[in-house]
Structures are given as structure tokens and as C-alpha cells.
């Protein structure tokens, strides 16, 4: 059988889990909606403005640094499986100097970072 | 060959392993606020049944029962979509979990769903997905707490996903495969956690991090923010956040389990070995559950800066010099 067939057998409960579940709730809840109910809730001040305003722009900096170091993690993968797979010792060198120049680079990209100080949170800018 | 039966065991083993994503809160909730209240020299629940075992049963029901509205001014189709972005991933996840050997009842039956051969990559990648629940929740709500809490959600679960896979990078160097059942099997002989010792602590705090937990609950602080991305949430889909949660809770314990505390390994008794072996492996995953609850009644709140810093300065820079020491150590290997 298709490895994943039983993939898929968990996605189809976990969606019919929640649309039985919100069903059920649908069937039992009261329908009230009315008065102050229906603002955002701030800690029961009546809302100002508008949620979608500007935020703070390191979020999305955070955003670039996962797009960056993530997708040398994920070479990094298939690396840690053909080292552990290489029985010859040499092989094995030539592989973890390989990883040594990757790592390396990453270095490059992570020093360049911490120096424009994108991992100080509290700048003040 | 593919018969009758084995649809039949897949789809009994997939109910099984599902059974966990709305058991784990009802479990666990009680667990954790008896705990904490011992901790904290309190009592905890002891109303609503025998030592107040129902508690989270009743506070279910209450949820189901409880009105359910959409904010008017956020995105309704996102705003309904958001809970599904969560309990889905939170159940496919344990599609490649193995929480025993391979046992025979009448034929050889894998106490697994499915063994994936990418099942590490597999998990990671519905951690990713994981990220659109708060994404879409916070964003729908048109709440300014609720969009403060998914970005902080967003930002910390996507740097500490990072940090845990570069701990994850550790094991495969040890064991050439993604597999998790080959992972648990070679560990017959040693636990991961010992040579691995620096990757079994980047992975922990990675995953209380990925799971939104004291003391990196950052993005549901209730003194800053209220509740988080899911402030505008109420009755049965606010219930599934909490699902969600928990049952994300319980996934990261029984991976640590698996990749670093020997999975289903453990003494058996000769004659129930499966039986036995599925003891072990619930018992390790239930004492890091624990942990979980320990820290939370231990540990103060981190600030957002500090839990930055101590992601991007520390702990990766830490997960790398892990990986380089690993591999040295597996240089002479053959």
C-alpha cells in the first residue's frame, strides 16, 4: 500500500473531527450577536482604529533570516544522511570538509547579520 | 499484496493514533493544573468528579455549548479556516510517529501509522504549516491583540524551527536515515541523548518554543496581550486551539522520545514484548510532558528580546557547534 495512504486517513479524521465538532456546537450554541459582543476585544476599552495598520518591521526581517537559514538547513539534510551512510574514512573527509566550506558560508551570511545587529531586538529605531 | 485486512489494520491504527488529538487536551489539561497546583502548594480542580477528573470533559462540554461569534469587521472565511490550520497538521503529524515495534497478532503489524522514509522532514514541514493557524487567526481577527500575538507567534515558532532542525541534524548523522522507526532501532544499544547531549537540549527548548509554552508563552501572554491570536475566538473553535496545542505538546515529547531517549526501548517482559515496549515508550513521553508542566510552574516569562537573542545568538550558533562536533566524533566511524 502507498506509504501515504494512512497520510491521507489522518487529514480526512482531523478534518471531519473539526466539522463534526463545529456541527455539533452549531446544533447546541446560542446565536446572540449583539451589542459590545461584536467589538475586538481590548481589555473592555471600547477598540481604537483599525487593526491593520504598520507594524514594527523586524518581523518581517526575522521573516528573511528563516528564508535564509532554513534553506541551508534543509541542504544540510541529505549531508547528514550520505555521511553517516560513507563507510570509507576518506570519503568521510572529503565530506565533512565540504560541510566545513557550507558552514562556513552560513558564518558569512550569520556574522553579516549580527553586525547590521538584525538580532538586537531593542535598537530604537 | 494489499488485502481487505490490511485497509482494514491501517485504518484501525489511524483511528487509534487519532484518538490522541481531542484525548490529549482532556488528559493533559487536568494533569497540568493538578500539577501546577501542587506546585504551587494549591489544590487544583477536585469538583466535578471523582477527584476532579472530569474537570476538562465539563469545560468542553461548556465550550461546545458556549456562543460562537465572528468578529463583523475581520475576514470570516480565514477567521473560519484558521482552527482547521491547526488540528489538521496536529493530526497528520502523528501519522509517522511510532509508538511501539513491530508485533505479531496473526500477522506483523507496525505499531505505526505509516513509516515514512522523509518522516523527519515530513514532521518538519507540518510544523511549518503549523505557522498559518496563528497567521490567519490573528490576521482575521482585525484585533490589535490578536495581531500582535501571531506575529510574535509567527516570528519565535519560525526561529526555533530552525534551531530544532539543526538538533535534529545530530541524530541523522548518527543514524543515515529520516525514518523514525530506523532511528528508534538504532537505539537498541544507546541512547541518542548521550552523545547527543547539546542537541537533546537545543530540541527541547526549540520545542517548547515551537509549541508556545512557559516560559516562551510570549505569544498568548495574558498580562501584555491578552490571549494572543486567539482572543477573538470563542466556544468550540477556541476549544480547537487548545486541541491543538496540546496535542502539538504531546507530538514534541514523543519526538524527543524517539530521537534521543531510545523510543520503545526499555526492559520487557518476554511474552508481551509489544505490550510492554508501548509501556516504555508512553512512560518516557508522558515524563517530558511533565517537564512541560514543571517549567511552566518554575519559570518566569521571558522578555520577546531576550527570547530572540537567546534563539538566534545562542542556540544556533550552539546547534551548529553541535553538528561540527558530531561529525568529528563520527570521523573515524565505519
Known amino acids: 500500500m502507498p506509504a501515504y495512504v494512512g497520510v491521507v486517513i489522518l487529514a480526512l479524521l482531523g478534518f471531519a473531527f473539526c466539522a463534526g465538532s463545529l456541527v455539533g456546537a452549531w446544533l447546541l450554541r446560542p446565536r446572540r450577536p449583539v451589542g459590545a459582543k461584536l467589538d475586538p476585544y481590548e481589555s473592555g476599552v471600547p477598540p481604537i482604529g483599525d487593526a491593520k495598520g504598520r507594524h514594527v518591521v523586524r518581523f518581517y526581517l526575522v521573516a528573511m533570516l528563516f528564508v ?57 529605531d | 499484496m494489499v488485502d481487505g485486512w490490511d485497509v482494514l489494520i491501517l485504518v484501525i491504527k489511524a483511528l487509534a493514533i487519532f484518538i490522541i488529538v481531542p484525548v490529549a487536551p482532556l488528559v493533559f489539561v487536568l494533569a497540568e493544573r493538578k500539577i501546577l497546583g501542587r506546585i504551587q502548594s494549591r489544590i487544583g480542580p477536585n469538583r466535578v468528579g471523582p477527584w476532579g477528573l472530569l474537570q476538562t470533559l465539563a469545560d468542553g462540554i461548556k465550550l461546545g455549548a458556549k456562543e460562537d461569534f465572528i468578529p463583523p469587521a475581520g475576514d470570516r472565511v480565514v477567521f473560519w479556516l484558521a482552527p482547521l490550520f491547526m488540528v489538521v497538521p496536529a493530526a497528520m503529524a502523528w501519522a509517522v510517529i511510532p509508538i511501539g515495534p513491530e508485533v505479531e497478532i496473526g500477522r506483523k503489524i507496525g505499531l505505526w501509522v505509516t513509516d515514512l522514509n522523509v518522516a523527519i522532514l515530513y514532521i518538519l514541514a507540518l510544523g511549518s504549516v503549523a505557522v498559518y493557524g496563528p497567521v490567519m487567526a490573528g490576521w482575521s481577527s482585525n484585533s490589535k491583540y490578536a495581531l500582535f500575538g501571531s506575529l510574535r507567534s509567527t516570528a519565535q515558532v519560525i526561529s526555533y524551527e530552525i534551531t530544532m532542525g539543526v538538533a535534529v541534524l545530530g541524530v541523522l548523522v548518527y543514524t543515515g536515515s529520516f525514518s523514525l522507526v530506523d532511528i528508534v532501532e538504532k537505539q537498541k544499544d544507546m541512547w541518542f541523548a548521550i552523545p547527543q547531549v547539546i542537541g537533546l537540549f537545543v530540541f527541547l527548548v526549540s520545542g517548547i518554543a515551537e509549541t508556545n509554552r512557559a516560559p516562551f508563552d510570549l505569544p498568548e501572554a495574558e498580562t501584555e496581550i491578552v490571549a494572543g491570536y486567539h482572543v477573538e475566538y470563542s466556544g468550540m473553535r477556541f476549544a480547537m486551539f487548545f486541541l491543538a496545542e496540546y496535542a502539538n505538546m504531546f507530538l514534541v515529547s514523543a519526538l524527543a522520545v524517539i530521537l534521543f531517549f531510545g523510543g520503545w526501548h526499555g526492559w520487557t517482559i518476554p511474552g508481551i514484548e509489544g505490550l510492554t515496549s508501548v509501556l516504555w515508550f508512553m512512560l518516557k513521553t508522558l515524563a517530558l510532558m511533565f517537564v512541560y508542566f514543571w517549567l ?39
Open chain 2, 296 to 334: 511552566r510552574a518554575t519559570l518566569p516569562r521571558l522578555r520577546y528580546d531576550q527570547l530572540m537573542a537567546f534563539c538566534w545568538k545562542f542556540l544556533l550558533p550552539l546547534g551548529i557547534v553541535n553538528l561540527l562536533i558530531t561529525a568529528v566524533l563520527r570521523l573515524g566511524w565505519s
Open chain 1, 68 to 124: 535564509v537559514f532554513d534553506v541551508e538547513l534543509v541542504f544540510l539534510y541529505p549531508w547528514a544522511v550520505h555521511y553517516a551512510e560513507q563507510g570509507v574514512f576518506s570519503d568521510r573527509l572529503f565530506l565533512f570538509g565540504e560541510m566545513l566550506v557550507f558552514v562556513a558560508i552560513l558564518l558569512v551570511a550569520y556574522a553579516y547579520a549580527f553586525k547590521k545587529g538584525v538580532f538586537e531586538w531593542n535598537r530604537g
